[in-house]
């Protein structure tokens, strides 16, 4: 599926920044077999062929061409949840799989994106299959958001960035109605049981039964959910009933968010803890977040600043050969708290996402 592209190499001022072009070669550097379609991984992808994209990089597009090419030469399957937990960083398993686990759904925003760069039938036949898979396979609870997964059935904040994401662009590219509609029903749902109405943020996980939820905020979490609902306002129609409060309840969480913004400019892994470390991937997620509201309109551009203080610290988090460390590795459940000083280094997702903000802020004038 490599892409007979135009595109060209052709941004000194950003790419050939020593520190970016190391970054740019350390991405391009990986082999597609070694990244899997799980969470983790399927943001590398991402990353690229929308960075591709925003930069006139065809080496970045077709390493993504590629990757999806090799996942998609196999069926998909229908693992037994029993044998089947997730897949993680690095696993080296090829193709879909299709579980109720949230985390294997993400690729479909990795073909949507090519698919609008060049139409292939495809990367469009996979992005139905995996929206229809998370609305009719996902597992629901409650009055119908859906839960994480088969092995943890209560709704998370990045349950909503693999479900409403992908679907939005779903909706984009077919024009069916009803992937949109979920996507902003999941962003209403969620926000009704994990958003803090004080500063508007969002904990980690609820247990729709009791309530009960994590006391603390942690910023990746809020780094999911921020994208999700900037991803679902851009690519779902805004005559849509619920979108507009989907603008709210993500206007509302700006403000929340800056005010929990270290001077330096990232974000602690627990926000509202001094004694937490500062984190990497949560600060380029919530800043993709800002930059597409930026960019969309949906919030004022002086919040630009903000955006531009998170960027050039995480420059300084990529060593001399092109690693982005500072990402918190996967914690799971439970009380984040727990967790504020957390092993960081060097993360897919955390590369992954700052490929996109790089293409984002692109987009939106930044840089």
């Known amino acids: 599926m490599s892409l007979p592209l135009s595109l060209t190499h052709s941004h000194p001022a950003v790419w050939q920044m020593p520190v970016l072009e190391a970054f740019r070669k350390n991405v391009l550097a990986r082999a597609y077999a070694d990244i899997n379609t799980g969470w983790e991984d399927t943001l590398i992808p991402l990353?690229?062929?929308?960075?591709?994209?925003?930069?006139?990089?065809?080496?970045?597009?077709?390493?993504?061409?590629?990757?999806?090419?090799?996942?998609?030469?196999?069926?998909?399957q229908s693992p037994s949840t029993e044998a089947f937990r997730n897949q993680n960083s690095g696993d080296p398993l090829r193709g879909l799989y299709l579980t109720p686990y949230c985390g294997e759904w993400g690729s479909a925003m990795v073909f949507a994106e090519l698919h609008d760069h060049q139409a292939d039938d495809q990367l469009l036949k996979a992005v139905r299959l995996l929206a229809d898979h998370i609305i009719d396979g996902s597992i629901r609870v409650g009055d119908g958001i859906i839960a994480h997964g088969h092995w943890s059935q209560i709704p998370w904040v990045d349950?909503?960035?693999?479900?409403?994401?992908?679907?939005?662009?779903?909706?984009?590219l077919t024009g069916e109605a009803r992937y949109a509609r979920e996507a902003v029903d999941q962003c209403l749902l969620h926000a009704r049981y994990l958003r803090d109405p004080q500063s508007g943020?969002?904990?980690?996980?609820?247990?729709?039964?009791?309530?009960?939820?994590?006391?603390?905020?942690?910023?990746?979490?809020?780094?999911?959910?921020?994208?999700a609902l900037a991803d679902t306002l851009r690519h779902c129609p805004a005559d849509m009933q619920g979108w507009s409060e989907v603008l709210d309840i993500y206007r509302s969480m700006v403000v929340g968010l800056l005010r929990l913004q270290h001077p330096c400019g990232l974000w602690r892994i627990v926000p509202e803890n001094e004694e937490a470390h500062l984190e990497t991937s949560g600060a380029i997620m919530i800043a993709t977040g800002l930059t597409v509201g930026i960019a969309e309109g949906y919030i004022n551009r002086t919040t630009a600043a903000n955006v531009l203080r998170t960027w050039y610290e995480v420059l300084t988090w990529i060593t001399p050969d092109g690693r982005l460390m500072g990402c918190q590795t996967p914690a799971g459940a439970g009380g984040w708290e727990t967790h504020k000083r957390s092993v960081i280094g060097e993360r897919t997702y955390g590369t992954g996402s700052l490929l996109r903000l790089a293409a984002e802020m692109h987009k939106g004038g930044l840089i």
């Open 47 to 76: 990353g690229l062929v929308l960075a591709g994209r925003a930069f006139d990089d065809a080496a970045m597009v077709n390493w993504a061409a590629e990757w999806s090419a090799y996942h998609l030469a196999v069926e998909p």
């Open 201 to 227: 943020c969002f904990f980690h996980e609820v247990h729709i039964d009791t309530g009960e939820r994590t006391n603390w905020l942690w910023s990746r979490g809020n780094g999911w959910i921020i994208m």
């Open 159 to 172: 349950t909503l960035y693999y479900s409403a994401a992908p679907l939005a662009r779903a909706f984009r």
